[in-house]
């Protein structure tokens, strides 16, 4: 109620016509295929949407993997458009992106990164093009010849992440099925950059992939943006067991997670042919965000280990897609905040 409040005195002030505010506070994003939608990131039961971006106009259809940038721009992978779009923070409604990319006449794209110099880093997993490209800030229309960092460990790619130094973070799987997450130096190069660190082995307690096939993603990985720790969703090819490992900042090797998410009682379900996107999302205060399907998102506090609840589940309450998408986490910035959440910012006026 307070979110609809909001909107209307917004909308009486200004003479606009809004489904909905642009989230404000801190938000949790899902992509879900031709929309994105957001919630507020301390929201608990049944939610309606704070914003929602949807129509001809996005030009989405197969979005998934997502990522918001550090001027909280979405940087949104197509899966089966070959397309990369990047929409602003207020993107709302049935509009159009900022600006679009196509990374070298590809697609099957699942996982998205971007480092704080603003380069994209889009994942491919389809077999004549498999790797990472890299399209540089500010990018748009066709990229016929990007970049592209391969790894000689991993025949079947998963999911990407940049850490806080600027590296870049593949997952995915060996020939033999081994789990094995390396980190490239790109904050050196992007050209050639080195192999900085390789976890894998029996100790990380990371299950195998031997029956992923190249468009089935089983691993997520995300960075806690102030710590570095790294965190793993990742499930059996029969998605009999779901669990969420966190790893120390910078682990290397054959070593075991620092703690681990994982039971009946955290809600995490296990599916099989998840469609893609990344799974989980880490918020500056160290909470662990988890994309389920029907429009549920399980929070967990930091710290949080074991087969432990979440601390929040956060349910859409408006009709949507059933099948979980990319999730990412947004800072509210900027504006102060009345009790109901309104931006009271001069630069709505100054626009009027």
């Known amino acids: 109620m307070k979110s609809a409040l909001c909107v ?19 938000a949790i ?9 957001g919630y507020s990131a ?3 039961g ?12 996005t030009t989405l259809m197969t979005a998934g993997a997502t ?9 949104v992978a197509q899966f089966g458009n070959d397309t990369v779009d990047i929409f602003p923070r207020k993107a709302e409604g049935n509009q159009a992106p900022g600006r ?78 081994t789990a094995i997450i390396d980190t490239f130096g790109t904050s050196r190069s992007v050209t050639a950059p080195p192999l900085l660190r390789s976890l894998t082995g029996p100790k990380t307690d990371l299950f195998p992939g031997r029956d992923v096939f190249f468009s089935q993603i089983a691993t ?12 793993v969703y990742n499930t059996t090819a029969d998605a009999s067991q779901t669990q969420v ?32 996107g990344n799974r989980i999302a880490v918020s500056p205060d160290g909470r662990l965000f988890v994309a389920e399907p029907n429009l549920r998102i399980l929070a967990f506090a930091p710290g949080a280990r074991g087969n432990v609840a979440p601390s929040q589940v956060i349910e859409d309450s408006t009709p949507g897609p059933a099948n979980p998408g990319g999730i990412a986490f947004r800072s509210g910035r900027g504006g102060q905040q009345d009790e109901n959440e309104c931006s009271m910012k001069t630069e709505e006026a100054d626009r009027k």
């Open 8 to 26: 209307a005195v917004v909308s009486m002030l200004f003479g606009v016509q809004l489904a909905h505010a642009a989230c404000s506070h801190d």
């Open 29 to 37: 994003f899902l992509t879900l295929g031709d929309q994105i939608r």
């Open 42 to 44: 301390r929201a608990n």
């Open 46 to 57: 049944a939610t309606e949407p704070c914003q929602v971006l949807q129509g001809p106009l």
């Open 67 to 75: 990522v918001i940038d550090r001027k909280d721009a979405f940087h």
């Open 100 to 177: 679009s990319f196509m990374p070298g006449m590809t697609n099957d794209l699942p996982g998205i990164a971007v480092d704080s110099r603003l380069n994209d880093f889009v994942l491919s997993v389809r077999p004549s093009t498999a790797g990472v490209m890299v399209v540089p800030a500010n990018s748009s229309g066709p990229i016929p010849n990007p970049v592209r960092i391969t790894d000689p460990n991993i025949t079947q790619y998963q999911s990407i992440a940049i850490d806080g130094d600027d590296n870049l973070l593949i997952a995915g799987y060996d020939i033999q099925g």
């Open 220 to 231: 997520s990985i995300a960075v806690d943006p102030r710590t570095d720790e790294l965190f």
């Open 245 to 276: 490992s966190i790893f120390a900042a910078k682990a290397n090797g054959n070593v075991q997670p620092i703690r681990t998410i994982s039971g009946p009682a955290t809600g995490i379900i296990g599916q099989r042919l998840l469609p893609p």
